[in-house]
């Protein structure tokens, strides 16, 4: 397996019986996407599953959003899981059973306002793990989006005292009135409970599950 992501801290893989080849370089550069997909073909021999994983976030409203934001937003949260599909494909295929599984987020399926380059992305990655499902299906490849609310990570932390000047709160305000407010339970994820169910996709029960969102959002898009 090759599992990518931005923040080592925010992951936390629980798979005791998956052998994971990983990696913390930024990976949004083009190179870097099939430099992590070569390492682990040369080191293993082989790909089982490509998991990733990787974000950042930028919070301004939309006429104040800075280009090169939005153009970054787009390369790691959107080109990344495209490359990496791309360079792995054919690893996964000669496999018979691959996985691929983005880490993606609720905002793949809502929006919340001053993240125009985030949840553009997201609903994007979205409709790639759609149609890598439809075109992996008859290789035995599967395509999930796991789609959390939000998640303890630096992240999420990073991002309040954004919030704080777009919605004019002060930060302790922040978590209750802005992050959590759509969410029907009042907390944050922690990173293993994601790391769990991306674990299970990657499993024997897994096998069900593809082209669609795997939604662990707390009741947030049940409204």
Not at 88 to 117: C, I, M
Not at 163 to 190: C, T
Request: proline share 5%; glycine share 8%; net charge neutral.
């Amino acid at each position: 397996m090759v599992s990518v992501w931005r923040s080592l801290s925010a992951w936390r893989p629980t798979a005791g019986r998956c052998t994971a080849s990983t990696s913390a370089t930024p990976i949004s550069p083009r190179e870097g996407n099939r430099l992590v997909v070569d390492a682990a073909l040369e080191r293993f021999g082989r790909l089982d599953a490509v998991v990733a994983n990787a974000g950042f976030q930028h919070v301004a409203a939309v006429e104040d959003f800075p280009e090169e934001q939005w153009d970054k937003l787009v390369a790691l949260l959107l080109t990344s899981p495209f490359l990496l599909a791309k360079y792995a494909w054919q690893a996964l295929r000669e496999h018979g059973d691959g996985r691929f599984v983005v880490v993606a987020s609720a905002h793949s399926l809502t929006a919340s306002p001053f993240k125009a380059g985030y949840v553009s992305a997201k609903h994007g990655v979205l409709g790639l793990v759609r149609t890598l499902a439809l075109e992996g299906a008859e290789h035995g490849i599967t395509a999930s989006a796991v789609c959390p609310c939000y998640v303890r990570t630096p992240l999420v932390e990073a991002q309040i005292a954004d919030q704080a000047r777009a919605h004019g709160l002060p930060e302790e305000r922040v978590l209750e009135d802005v992050i959590l407010e759509r969410q029907a339970v009042k907390r944050l994820l922690e990173p293993a409970e994601v790391a769990d169910v991306v674990a299970f996709l990657l499993g024997p029960s897994g096998r069900g599950f593809t082209g669609a969102p795997i939604v662990m959002d707390l009741g947030w898009t049940a409204r």
